[in-house]
């Protein structure tokens, strides 16, 4: 396949990975963008007491400070189900072309985060602070933490559940490099067009499992929208009864 035809293979593969990711997507964040509608149109009827001072019964203040803290739990809820997801394990230029990080240069790349989220599934490390002594990396948030340690052409990973694990690295020009992802370039050199169906069967693996954390994200946001409004509904009732 010569440059032309292989860069128009990228480009097609990514227009259809990109197309898929919305389809996707996008039923999941119209109602995460519903909830947050809806809540700020029912956080109104909270505003009065402000608006008009009244004296608050003992369990119409408790209902008052309850529901406003779910609601406001609901919005945070629903901003984390529409935030910006990581898509580098499932990028067509990593997946053909490989993945691959200088262990001298690799603290404060976001590559290995994303690289550690993906394939051990902890999402604080995207929070987590990295730090490197000799040849151990430690990554750290609170009382969470886990390491790698480069012991001659092997990184041996300590995970917080005390499960290890082991990555291969390849030496370019006598210096370590941390191989994410060999890239169906590497696998298969004379690659055709329609090797890039593994390619796109592999991106449509990682959009649904971001789909599926998405869904369970928005069912959470449901659950405290719905306690939201029964709390709500009780702050009127003790209201209406000066209770």
Known sequence: MNEFKFDEAILDSTLRNIESEKNRFKDIDTKAIGIITLTGVLMTFLTKPITEPITFGYISFVFFISTNFLFL???LL?????????T??????GLVE???????EIIGKD???NFLI???NVDWVSKAKISKRGNTINVSLKKKSLSLKL???????FLEDGKKDKLTTQSINGKPYLQIDKGLKNLKPNLQKDDFLYVHMKVEEGLQKRCIEKAKELEHAVITFGASIILLI????????NL
């Open 73 to 75: 739990i609901t919005i």
């Open 118 to 120: 993906y394939k051990y």
């Open 111 to 113: 590559e290995l985060k």
């Open 98 to 104: 490989g993945n691959i990080l200088n262990w001298d």
């Open 78 to 86: 629903c901003i984390s189900v529409i935030r910006v997801r990581n």
């Open 151 to 157: 012991d001659n052409n092997e990184i041996e990973v």
């Open 88 to 93: 580098f394990q499932i990028s067509t230029k």
């Open 234 to 241: 009780f702050y009127s009732i003790s209201t209406f009864c």
